[in-house]
C-alpha cells in the first residue's frame, strides 16, 4: 500500500496489483453455437435438453407463424371474392322513366281449414234475420 501523493490523508491509501498483460487485453467473446466458456477456459456445451426444447420451441413457433398466414391470406382472398361477386351482382344504368314490363301470375283456390253443416228441426221459409254481415254472434242469440 501506497500513500496518495501530495501529502498524507489519514485513513486513505491506494493499492496498486500487477495484473498479467494477458487478462488486461482479454475480452469477452460470444458464440452462436450456444456453448459457455469457464474459468479455466474450457467449452462446456449446453444441456442437451435445452438444445432439444430450444429446437421444439422454434419449430412449433415456425409452423404456428405459417398457421397463422394461412388463415389470414385465406380470410384476406375471400373477401376479394365477396367484393368481385356483389360488384358483379349490380349493373349500373342511367336513370330514365319507363314501364314495368315484368308481371307475376298464379292461380290457387281458396278452402277453410273448418267447415260445418248446419240443419234446422223445422222446415219451413225464412223470412227475417236478427244479425247483420260481420256482426259478433255469442251463445243464446236469436238468429232467425
Excluded: C, H, W
Aim: aromatic fraction near 6%.
Amino acid at each position: 500500500m501506497a500513500e496518495l501523493e501530495g501529502g498524507s490523508t489519514p485513513g486513505i491509501t491506494e493499492e496498486t496489483y500487477d495484473a498479467p498483460q494477458e487478462a488486461v487485453n482479454e475480452t469477452l467473446t460470444f458464440s452462436d453455437d450456444a456453448e459457455e466458456e469457464n474459468n479455466s477456459g474450457e467449452n462446456i456445451p449446453e444441456d442437451p435438453k435445452k438444445r432439444k426444447r430450444k429446437k421444439k420451441f422454434i419449430i412449433f413457433g415456425i409452423i404456428a407463424l405459417v398457421i397463422i398466414g394461412l388463415v389470414v391470406a385465406n380470410v384476406i382472398s375471400s373477401k376479394i371474392k365477396e367484393a368481385e361477386e356483389l360488384k358483379n351482382m349490380y349493373t349500373d344504368i342511367a336513370v330514365e322513366r319507363r314501364t314495368i314490363k315484368k308481371s307475376i301470375t298464379g292461380s290457387s283456390s281458396i278452402e277453410p281449414n273448418d267447415s260445418y253443416d248446419v240443419m234446422t228441426m223445422k222446415s219451413g221459409d225464412i223470412t227475417a234475420d236478427y244479425f247483420k254481415e260481420g256482426d259478433t254472434v255469442k251463445k243464446g242469440d236469436k238468429l232467425y
